[in-house]
């Protein structure tokens, strides 16, 4: 009888601890599927909401890589009116990286102002540089500077035209480029193929000027004015 008894409570301990098992179980398959529900919700919460950005910093920055790449160009004085923007903008970071830029600025300007130019030839050739920075307005002054001392010279006056129609005046680069052309027909031909013309290149009067003149071959004839 004692041994019946025995495996009586043997039998139902282990019923008891199988019953503990199965909850445990099931409370962890609870807990990891609340787990996995608040990860998907944080994940789709995450993806639908949009991050808010200020339109007014969001222009700044835009404003600061414009200033930076003039800078890299080293078109100093341009640089410095959009770094001044900066500086008084919104954003606290980009006003001080504006504002230590802004002296560099100041700094490299001067360091070109003192260039020494002398010559016609100087001028010309510190033009050519500002033109290939994209400082057609400096470029445009040190090259009537240089037509000041060689007025005869046909390249001042090609530069001049070139310039002119980079900046979108017609009417300047289609006078100076027929001066150039009076002075060295050949100037015809170059006009012709030259991509600093490209603005212009369907208006009549610059048709008119680089096409070829009869019986002088391409591009040597006199200029038309």
Avoid: W
């Avoid at 504006?98 to 010309?124: F, M, P, W």
């Avoid at 470029?139 to 046909?154: F, Q, S």
């Amino acid at each position: 009888m004692a041994k019946a008894r025995h495996k009586a409570r043997r039998a139902t301990s282990k019923s008891k601890k199988t019953r503990r098992i199965r909850v445990a179980r099931a409370r962890a398959r609870r807990s990891h599927a609340a787990s996995s529900n608040n990860s998907r919700g944080l994940l789709y919460a995450t993806r639908r909401t949009p991050k808010i950005v200020d339109p007014a910093v969001a222009q700044a920055f835009k404003l600061y890589d414009e200033a930076m790449r003039l800078f890299n160009q080293q078109s100093y004085r341009r640089a410095r009116e959009i770094f001044e923007k900066v500086a008084a903008g919104p954003s606290r970071e980009l006003a001080e990286r504006a504002r230590v830029h802004l002296v560099i600025c100041e700094q490299r300007s001067e360091r070109q102002a003192h260039v020494q130019l002398r010559t016609a030839d100087d001028y010309y050739h510190f033009a050519v540089s500002q033109i290939n920075l994209g400082n057609y307005e400096d470029a445009r002054g040190h090259l009537e500077k240089a037509r000041k001392l060689a007025p005869k010279a046909d390249y001042i006056y090609y530069a001049l035209a070139s310039v002119a129609s980079l900046s979108g005046e017609a009417d300047d680069a289609v006078g100076f480029l027929a001066q150039a052309i009076k002075l060295r027909p050949e100037n015809r031909y170059h006009a012709r193929n030259d991509a600093d013309f490209k603005l212009i290149e369907d208006d009549s009067r610059f048709l008119a000027l680089v096409s070829p003149v009869r019986g002088n071959g391409p591009g040597f004839g006199a200029a038309p004015v």
